[in-house]
């Protein structure tokens, strides 16, 4: 019953370091999400990957990368991190869907990774 | 762009009052809507969804019904409790012919606190 699973939970970096966040789940979801949390600002979407080896551009997805080599696992990079990306990072998977069900599968969110930049 | 407008927080109430947490929505396509529920420190955990108009979705003593003519989706329940505590996300997923892939747009949330 592990769902989706974030790691590390925290974490504080210095302008300019780099790292990488992962995110499995264990549900054959073929969606999978990255979204920021900051205060006022409900969650913003980052990257998505609609399948293994795909990868697609979010609200927001200036300064970071993504990859899904395998189909459990979605990994956000920040390549030079900046106080700007300091924030809450929810990863998230869903089933696909067919047809107007598309948009009716519930997304099921990791506890999230809380990222200090500074 | 879909846009999602939730009610100005936080929210005080005292134990057993009824909740009421406003949502209203923008979208192009026929969107299917959520309510998420967020407790300290972890993550966002489906409440109830509806998926066309005049659908109710309920769970816990929740409530929620599209209204497609008013694009509302108002989050209800008759008594609330001080474990009900928590930030509340109204959410849409639009279907735009098969290429929005889920994807959420979420108002900015509501904290609810509820005293003893």
């Known amino acids: 019953n592990a769902g989706v699973t974030q790691t590390p939970k925290f974490r504080v970096l210095k302008t300019g370091q780099s790292m990488t966040l992962l995110c499995a789940q264990d549900?054959?979801?073929?969606?999978m999400y990255w979204y920021r949390q900051d205060p006022g600002m409900g969650l913003r979407l980052i990257h998505y990957?609609?399948?293994?080896?795909?990868?697609a551009k979010g609200e927001v997805p200036d300064g970071y990368n993504v990859s899904r080599l395998k189909k459990q696992n979605f990994l956000l990079g920040l390549e030079s991190a900046a106080p700007s990306q300091t924030s809450v990072y929810f990863c998230?998977?869903?089933?696909?869907?067919?047809?107007?069900?598309?948009?009716?599968?519930?997304?099921?969110f990791g506890d999230g990774t809380r990222l200090s930049i500074l | 762009g879909d846009s999602v407008t939730q009610m100005e927080g936080p929210v005080t109430l005292s134990e057993e009052a009824f909740l009421t947490i406003n949502c209203t929505y923008t979208a192009t396509g026929y969107p299917s809507l959520f309510w998420y529920v967020q407790y300290p420190g972890e993550g966002l955990q489906l409440l109830l969804k509806a998926t066309k108009a005049d659908d109710k979705g309920s769970n816990k003593g929740f409530e929620a019904t599209y209204r497609k003519e008013t694009t509302s989706f108002h989050l209800e329940k008759g008594s609330v409790q001080v474990s009900d505590s928590a930030v509340y996300f109204c959410?849409?997923?639009?279907?735009?012919?098969?290429?929005?892939?889920?994807?959420?747009?979420f108002g900015q949330g509501t904290i609810l606190t509820v005293h003893p």
């Open positions: 959410a849409l997923s639009d279907y735009a012919g098969g290429t929005s892939y889920g994807k959420l747009t």
């Open positions: 998230a998977s869903r089933e696909r869907g067919t047809g107007v069900g598309v948009g009716n599968q519930p997304q099921h």
């Open positions: 549900m054959n979801h073929e969606y």
């Open positions: 990957s609609v399948g293994e080896g795909t990868t």
